[in-house]
């Protein structure tokens, strides 16, 4: 027979599910329109039940980004693992990249607005500065990868670098896709394409 969990496991248990439940209903509503109770009438939770797992929207905001970005981190991996040709793996990730970018909009949405709340909020600088650096870290592991199997590994730029260009060119297709431009996936991954050939150009 199993035992029971700790009370703070199960603490945690029950912050992570409300976490993961109301993760759509925060990215309809952004941060500025977000507060428990608003969040408790567009979910099946009551506004004691959220009150009493998180302190204020912050906590839950920052709960449910730090559990969707968790996941995202490691939606290249299986590509960078089983890589043996550099145009297989670009093929790959330029076709997940823009994937990501058509189903997952009102996400990627809640996570610009939290990163941009960074400057003002200082209760999510930490939080930010640790997802952004998991960020970079994905796609340091692609791009060191895709040098690796093309034989450029002197010609890597830095991981910073990478990450900031690649990202800035994701968060214009984003807003360019929630205007309703239906070109931007595609756009997205020629664009990105075109700048892996300038952090990598050919010998």
Request: hydrophobic share 40%.
């Amino acid at each position: 027979m199993r035992a029971a969990a700790p009370p703070d496991q199960k603490f945690d248990q029950r912050r992570a599910e409300l976490g993961e439940a109301t993760l759509q209903t925060l990215a309809s509503l952004g941060y500025a329109r977000t507060s428990l109770r608003e969040i408790a009438q567009n979910s099946a939770f009551s506004h004691g039940v959220l009150h009493y797992y998180f302190r204020d929207k912050t906590d839950l905001i920052l709960c449910s980004v730090r559990q969707y970005k968790a996941r995202c981190v490691t939606r290249y991996d299986h590509l960078v693992d089983e890589a043996t040709e550099a145009d297989a793996l670009l093929d790959g990730f330029l076709t997940t990249l823009g994937d990501t970018l058509r189903d997952e909009a009102p996400l990627h949405r809640l996570w610009y607005d939290l990163r941009s709340q960074a400057m003002f909020e200082e209760a999510f600088r930490a939080d930010v500065a640790l997802i952004d650096k998991s960020l970079e870290k994905m796609v340091w592991k692609v791009l060191s990868r895709l040098a690796a199997l093309r034989g450029q590994t002197d010609r890597l730029p830095s991981p910073s670098l990478a990450y900031a260009t690649l990202d800035g060119l994701f968060e214009q297709a984003l807003l360019r896709h929630l205007s309703g431009d239906r070109k931007a996936v595609a756009n997205l991954r020629r664009d990105t394409a075109d700048l892996l050939r300038c952090l990598l150009p050919a010998t």
